[in-house]
């Protein structure tokens, strides 16, 4: 049974730093991308951070860019999602997904797996 299991979620203050993890078990996902997505309440998820399966192509949300960084190691299964910078609107339960296509895909139906989210809040 494959499985997406997230941690590092937390409570932390505006500028601070957190680093999510996501360990994938089940199966090896060392040729496929993996994405955080996140959603507040009242919004739609939406697509965070992607990093392709080698981890040579990334994707960030320009909401985040140069606050984030998205990356892998893939002897470990796993996917992780360092948070600088942080701020109120990055407040939001995270989710770490995995697809088994190509490239990295920017709607949440494109994804196969998924974690069971983790809560990520930015006191001001």
């Known amino acids: 049974q494959v499985q997406l299991v997230e941690s590092g979620g937390g409570l932390v203050q505006a500028g601070g730093s957190l680093r999510l993890s996501c360990a994938a078990s089940?199966?090896?996902?060392?040729?496929?991308?993996f994405a955080w997505f996140r959603q507040a309440p009242g919004k739609e998820r939406e697509l965070v951070a992607g990093i392709s399966g080698r981890g040579g192509i990334t994707y960030y949300a320009d909401s985040v860019k140069g606050r984030f960084t998205i990356s892998r190691d893939n002897a470990k299964n796993t996917v992780y999602l360092q948070m600088n910078s942080l701020k109120p609107e990055d407040t939001a339960v995270y989710y770490c997904?995995?697809?088994?296509?190509?490239?990295?895909?920017?709607?949440?139906?494109?994804?196969?797996?998924w974690g069971q989210g983790t809560q990520v809040t930015v006191s001001s």
């Open positions: 089940g199966r090896t996902f060392s040729s496929y991308p």
């Open positions: 997904a995995a697809t088994l296509r190509i490239g990295i895909p920017s709607f949440e139906y494109e994804y196969d797996y």
